[in-house]
């Protein structure tokens, strides 16, 4: 999921640069269906949350400021499900409360300043560790940026989902099952070919 967004950036990019004596025609007509498939990913929030919080691509896939601002707005805002209520407390509870003389010889453990999901996503965006494994990542970082760690929990796993390959596979498994012997490969090959294009005929 991550990938689509700075992939369909890539594609129009390589197309936009491309200049060809014979196939002018072919480059234009590729760079109008990529928009017609694609172009709505850059407005759909799940898409640009799971680009902006893979380490490999962050906002890198972004040139003007303008766009980098309104992306970290849509970040910010399905960021806003994953911040406690104590997030945004008033300053008097931000200090630290003085111990009685009492438990004055325990050693008290310096508090934790509690950061704002905007804190964490500029901090998220400046920090050069990038790593190869995005779930990785935000496993080792949870600690540092919770709120964006609970986020990408959300945007960059793969739910498990029925596909239409698996209606191919039963559908090989009912013709086997049938008649095994009087199929040859190369007509069940034709015969799935058919079933799993079957629209496009």
């Not at 438990?103 to 965006?125: A, D, G, V």
């Not at 929990?153 to 596909?163: A, D, E, F, S, Y």
């Amino acid at each position: 999921v991550s990938m689509c967004i700075p992939s369909y950036v890539g594609l129009k990019t390589h197309l936009s640069t491309t200049t060809t004596q014979y196939c002018s025609s072919l480059v234009a007509t590729l760079s109008l269906s990529l928009d017609k498939h694609l172009k709505d990913v850059l407005h759909n929030s799940i898409y640009v949350c799971a680009a902006v919080l893979d380490p490999r691509f962050k906002l890198t896939w972004c040139k003007a400021e303008s766009e980098m601002d309104t992306y970290k707005k849509i970040v910010l805002k399905d960021a806003e499900q994953f911040t406690p209520p104590h997030s945004h407390t008033s300053k008097a509870f931000d200090q630290p409360l003085t111990p009685s003389k009492l438990f004055s010889f325990l050693t008290t453990e310096p508090t934790k300043k509690i950061t704002t999901p905007m804190q964490e996503l500029e901090s998220y965006l400046k920090d050069e560790h990038s790593g190869d494994n995005p779930v990785e990542f935000w496993r080792i970082r949870s600690s540092i940026y919770p709120v964006l760690s609970n986020l990408s929990r959300c945007v960059l796993t793969i739910p498990v989902t029925h596909t239409p390959l698996q209606d191919v596979f039963d559908y090989a498994s009912k013709i086997i099952h049938t008649d095994p012997f009087h199929f040859l490969p190369e007509h069940l090959e034709t015969l799935l070919f058919l079933k799993a294009n079957s629209q496009l005929l």
